[in-house]
């Protein structure tokens, strides 16, 4: 069943059982003690039978049942010091792997959530892990102990009576082809019965996520037939899985019991021609019982493997999925890189797309900002507006051309270096369900209170906030549905303006606004607009008419380049947008 590829493929995991190898080790040591108390038991037995019961001798019959009783404390002892120990390092393995996966997921690009769903990412960090944590941590060194038990227990058998164990010997050939047979239908299962659940867990945190626009719409009726689809199939393959696994450990019992049959009727042959004893055969067949009991359990042990070998090939992905900062570290030259002061930022013949055979979305765009300069950004959908926004943030990578930050190629820097470069306010905005204070700050280093209300302040969201109930502290509650849209704006820009950056992207979004809070987002934009070094996407153009150069996009391409009056004397695409919008 574990091959060597088994352990090459799943190499990630190694490292996170040997970090606890002492607890591992602890909970091996006593498995001897184990294996000798289950062959001295049976021993024990036989002598009591043939040298007490059968001749009727009644002395010393205590010293027997004394070590009977010594070797039944030394098996629990031993069995309680081995589960102690090896779920004692599963749990420590699984929560280490657990916290690194998080880790993982916390630095994918952004690509990678644009086509998996997170209810998937959801399902790899809890339920998979727990399926790892049933067998694998601690299933596979019970069937070890298993193992070797059953191995002594036949040396022993052997040495009593080798006769009697060539006829147990006898099922030991269909039992091992029925067992290999099911195994592997019993895997394909597993797998399907995974991925299925996969897909339910994420549709169902979709669903959750978007019930408003769901019961707005009145398509419950829609969304709970889709549901129930990924339930029936689920419901389907594990159902197969259980019937598999049932079979298994009905055909193992229908064998342990025809075993049994057959070295009954042979033994008591063998006791009438007095080529052996009573207490060899009852000796033999309480040894035999004891070692069918680990080859049952070792059908529901399988059943649990499969389901982790399933959810370790789910898990593996993650592994293997590059961070953001992957690239390698030896490709990145950041060594002279400040990314607390702006200097410039440059275009140069940037080509971007999406996808390899997607249409590109910037085509050949170039522009230079300097220090203390205004960039806005104007265009219709899809003109690559925040197609530049997300190049610059690293959000995406992958283009042509030359992007410099400082003079430093944007490729050769760390995503990580970029935080204190830039601030962004972008229109998603997302609130946590924690106080305003934590939902400015991130718990971000370097930002405490002081620099939350001030940030708040720059941005005027101050205002409305010492009006609020615990004003810092007070809970945002659902993705800000006790606050409304305008207010979840201005503390979204408040978050961008805590790291105090000098350069700021912004992408102003005012829409569904009240008209009182979009007065204090357009204030707090003509602030960002007098203080920093701004790249803007604007979508109303009265609040960029002072910018230094505003850039006209169309398809991917500058099509006009200039100041609010310079573009309004040619009488281009930028006179026509700031006419459409004054009608």
């Not at 993982?104 to 809890?126: A, E, Q, W």
């Not at 299933?139 to 009697?164: E, N, Q």
């Not at 790291?499 to 912004?506: A, E, I």
């Not at 008209?515 to 607009?529: D, G, M, P, Y």
Request: glycine share 6%.
């Amino acid at each position: 069943m574990f091959k060597a590829s088994f352990f090459k493929k799943y190499r990630h995991f190694l490292p996170y059982l040997s970090a606890y190898k002492k607890d591992y080790i602890l909970g091996m040591l006593p498995i001897p003690i184990a294996v000798f108390c289950n062959v001295a038991f049976p021993w024990l037995i036989i002598q009591i039978i043939d040298q007490q019961l059968v001749p009727k001798e009644w002395e010393g019959m205590s010293h027997w049942i004394g070590l009977i009783v010594l070797v039944l404390i030394f098996n629990y002892l031993s069995s309680s010091c081995y589960s102690y120990f090896v779920q004692k390092a599963a749990l420590q393995t699984i929560t280490d792997i657990r916290k690194d996966l998080f880790n993982r997921v916390l630095h994918f690009p952004k690509t990678y959530f644009d086509i998996t769903p997170m209810g998937s990412v959801l399902t790899r960090i809890t339920s998979d892990l727990e399926a790892i944590n049933e067998s694998l941590a601690s299933g596979v060194l019970a069937m070890i102990k298993d193992v070797l038990v059953t191995v002594a227990l036949f040396i022993f058998l052997a040495s009593i009576s080798w006769k009697l164990t060539l006829v147990t010997l006898v099922i030991a050939p269909p039992m091992y082809w029925i067992t290999n047979r099911l195994r592997r239908s019993l895997q394909k299962s597993q797998l399907a019965s995974r991925r299925i659940l996969s897909k339910s867990t994420g549709y169902l945190q979709e669903s959750l996520q978007g019930i408003k626009t769901v019961q707005l719409y009145n398509a419950e009726s829609q969304s709970q037939k889709k549901f129930s689809g990924f339930s029936d199939v689920f419901f389907k393959h594990q159902s197969k899985s259980n019937l598999i696994d049932a079979s298994l450990f009905s055909i193992i019992e229908g064998i342990t019991t025809i075993s049994m049959g057959l070295i009954i009727w042979y033994g008591a042959n063998e006791i009438l021609t007095a080529t052996l004893s009573v207490g060899i055969l009852i000796g033999f067949i309480q040894t035999l019982d004891k070692i069918f009991v680990p080859i049952r359990d070792f059908t529901s042990q399988i059943a649990s493997i499969q389901r982790a070998v399933a959810a370790l090939k789910n898990i593996e992905g993650i592994f293997l999925q590059e961070t953001e900062d992957s690239v390698k570290s030896k490709n990145f030259k950041t060594s002279g890189f400040d990314a607390k002061t702006f200097e410039s930022v440059e275009f140069d013949e940037v080509y971007f797309r999406y996808k390899k055979d997607s249409p590109y979305v910037l085509n050949g765009v170039s522009f230079r900002l300097r220090k203390g300069e205004k960039i806005a950004l104007v265009g219709s959908t899809g003109s690559g507006k925040s197609t530049i926004i997300r190049l610059l943030t690293k959000t995406y990578t992958g283009y042509q051309g030359s992007i410099k930050l400082n003079g430093y190629e944007l490729r050769d820097i760390e995503k990580r270096h970029l935080s204190d470069f830039y601030s962004l306010m972008q229109q998603e905005v997302y609130l946590f369900n924690e106080s305003i204070a934590f939902n400015i700050s991130l718990s971000r280093h370097g930002i405490d209170q002081e620099k939350v209300v001030k940030a708040a302040k720059y941005v005027f969201a101050d205002q409305f906030i010492q009006k609020l109930p615990e004003k810092y502290q007070f809970r945002v509650s659902d993705n800000g549905a006790n606050l409304s849209a305008g207010q979840g704006q201005l503390i979204a820009f408040a978050r961008a303006m805590a790291t105090q950056s000098q350069f700021v992207l912004l992408d102003e979004a005012t829409s569904s606004i009240d008209s009182v809070t979009e007065r204090l987002i357009q204030k707090a934009i003509e602030h960002v607009f007098k203080d920093k070094t701004l790249i803007a996407i604007a979508h109303r153009l009265s609040t960029i008419k002072n910018s230094d150069q505003i850039l006209v996009l169309e398809r991917g391409k500058i099509i006009e380049s200039g100041t609010h009056d310079e573009l309004i004397k040619i009488k281009g695409s930028y006179h026509q947008l700031v006419d459409a919008e004054k009608h």
